[in-house]
């Protein structure tokens, strides 16, 4: 097992949205919570890499989160807030890409198959990676823990990627 995903496989932390929340655009229970992730160094290094994003009360709806537009504007009302998601979410589920397609604008192009507007993609890294920076520098994290974090995002994001689809089935 990949030491850097250890934690958020033995030990997740969980942070739920219910629809509620979502729905009144609540974050203020949410944003202590996270808030608290970036109180202090050893708080910051706890749950480096260990939460994973739920949001409860939509599985009986067809569209993908990204579609649900209460389910993007509380995530961008929570990311305004809050932008050092890359530090503290888990690389072992779909939190990133989750997070990242409602954010930017995005579509499903086949079933299973999402394309993000690259340009919002690209102002959406620039941010968080910037977010993590400051996040370092602030509480003196270890340099090589937020690279390797780096390295792992860019993959994600990177095997997220499809170049074109082929064949008649996607025309």
């Known amino acids: 097992m990949n030491q850097r995903l250890r934690p958020a ?49 939509y599985n009986d709806d067809p569209r993908e989160l990204f579609e649900i537009p209460e389910v993007r504007a509380y995530l961008k009302r929570l990311d305004q807030e809050w932008p050092y998601w890359f530090f503290f979410l888990s690389q072992a589920d779909d939190s990133i890409q989750m997070l990242e ?12 198959v999402a394309s993000i507007d690259r340009d919002q993609m690209d102002h959406a890294l620039t941010r968080h990676f910037g977010a993590m920076n400051r996040l370092r520098q602030e509480l003196n994290l270890p340099e090589e823990i937020c690279g390797q974090i780096a390295e792992g995002v860019m993959g994600l994001i990177h095997n997220a990627a499809v170049e074109g689809i082929e064949g008649e089935d996607y025309r």
Not at 101 to 112: H, M, R
């Open 101 to 112: 397609s409602c954010l930017c604008d995005t579509i499903e192009v086949i079933p299973g």
């Open 9 to 57: 496989i033995s030990e997740p932390v969980v942070l739920m949205f219910s629809r509620r929340q979502v729905e009144t655009c609540d974050v203020d229970e949410p944003l202590a919570c996270l808030r608290g992730l970036t109180a202090n160094r050893n708080a910051a290094l706890e749950f480096c890499g260990r939460v994973s994003l739920v949001i409860d009360g």
